[in-house]
């Protein structure tokens, strides 16, 4: 089981930029695809962001392409997100998550196994 810690997030205005960060730990990170998810209040979670074991791959949510980047640093264990021309609308608490199987790929929630606690993205307009 692998451990994810995520943090970066904070209020920002509308048209400002955020970069969240996850940390792991606990197993051979670099076998294993990442994604971000998101919840805001009242919905359910969703898909952001998902990016392959060696980066070769990324995929993303219609509504944050060409604003939001994933990207990950295999020697540091670490993913993060990078999002820029940040709306109202992107308010949520952010979940970083790690893929259930090695080198497997997939967008859906139950294609990842392990959760961070979620950090908190706040734009205001």
């Known amino acids: 089981q692998v451990q994810l810690v995520e943090s970066g997030g904070g209020l920002v205005q509308a048209g400002g930029s955020l970069r969240l960060s996850c940390a792991a730990s606990g197993r051979a990170f670099r076998y294993y695809a990442m994604g971000w998810f998101r919840q805001a209040p009242g919905k359910e979670r969703e898909f952001v962001a998902a990016i392959s074991w060696s980066s070769a791959r990324t995929y993303y949510a219609d509504s944050v392409k060409e604003r939001f980047t994933i990207s990950r640093d295999n020697a540091k264990n670490t993913v993060a997100l990078q999002m820029n021309s940040l709306k109202p609308e992107d308010t949520a608490v952010y979940y970083c998550?790690?893929?259930?199987?090695?080198?497997?790929?997939?967008?859906?929630?139950?294609?990842?196994?392990?959760w961070g606690q979620g950090t908190q993205v706040t734009v205001s307009s």
């Open positions: 998550a790690a893929a259930v199987e090695r080198l497997s790929w997939g967008i859906d929630p139950k294609s990842f196994g392990s």
